[in-house]
């Protein structure tokens, strides 16, 4: 456990968790309410398992995506280069 300053003159908080996220407590009115803030996550962190799932997903559409678009754009830069010979 990490103890951090307050949140504001109105807040404390107690702890920073694993995560990064700041756990504390706000005032409203009479009574305390618990709040969690989440902070920026470190660079270091490990991905998480959907961190895995979303990049390989993404990668293969986006490397067939890439092929696709690719081969079109070489197509049009052979006929363009083509036609300006025949002219």
């Known amino acids: 456990m990490k103890v951090v300053p307050p949140l504001s003159e109105l807040g404390r908080s107690a702890r920073i968790t694993d995560d990064g996220e700041i756990v504390g407590a706000i005032r409203m009115g009479d009574r305390f309410k618990p709040i969690i803030v989440a902070t920026e996550q470190r660079a270091d962190a ?25 081969r079109d754009t070489r ?5 363009r280069r083509a036609a300006a010979e025949v002219a």
């Open 46 to 70: 490990p991905w998480k398992p959907v961190d895995w799932l979303t990049f390989f997903t993404f990668l293969p559409i986006g490397l067939w995506a890439l092929w696709h678009v690719g």
């Open 75 to 79: 197509d049009w830069w052979r006929d």
